[in-house]
């Protein structure tokens, strides 16, 4: 399932200078309903009770490493880093991610309750995916995979049926 990302603030940006910002990477078009992402280079962004489709450039979907092409990857190394300035997603007290399971709902809910500034919708990281780094030997990015049910869940589901 996907692994979302909700953020704290612009990182000193005003609304109108962060979609600028946003734009020199990604297609941005406002959309009058929730966007969950539906393929791979497509995300879903919230802020200021209003969704937008966000689709990366196509010379951010080339890349042939597979971790850096990772739609995580891409949101991490070309908006949340450079224009959020959230370096390291594992340290920062800035950023806090909601598993695909709580749905879009959350995302509104944390950001209409002033609790966040923006949030993330991404599409989930696949099978195949995750399969070509173990198969070069490559570590996936944290929190980049949401799975259920959990393997505690999963144990007591194969025991008790």
């Known amino acids: 399932m996907d692994y979302n990302r909700l953020v704290k603030d612009l990182h000193g940006r005003?609304?109108?200078d962060f979609l600028k910002a946003v734009a020199l990477k990604f297609n941005i078009e406002p959309s009058n309903s929730p966007v969950k992402p539906s393929r791979k280079g497509e995300y879903g962004m919230y802020m200021g009770r209003q969704w937008y489709r966000l689709h990366a450039l196509d010379e951010l979907l080339r890349n042939p490493d597979p971790v850096?092409?990772?739609?995580v990857s891409i949101l991490q190394e070309h908006l949340l880093a450079p224009i959020l300035g959230i370096e390291d997603p594992r340290t920062s007290k800035r950023i806090d991610f909601v598993g695909g399971i709580r749905g879009l709902v959350e995302l509104e809910r944390r950001v209409d309750s002033g609790d966040m500034v923006v949030a993330f919708a991404l599409f989930p990281t696949s099978i195949?995916?995750?399969l070509a780094?173990?198969?070069a030997g490559q570590i996936m990015p944290p929190k980049s995979t949401w799975f259920e049910p959990k393997l505690r869940d999963g144990v007591?589901?194969?025991f008790v049926s």
């Open 14 to 16: 005003d609304v109108d």
């Open 68 to 71: 850096e092409s990772l739609d």
């Open 128 to 130: 195949e995916e995750l």
């Open 133 to 135: 780094i173990a198969d």
């Open 156 to 158: 007591v589901v194969h």
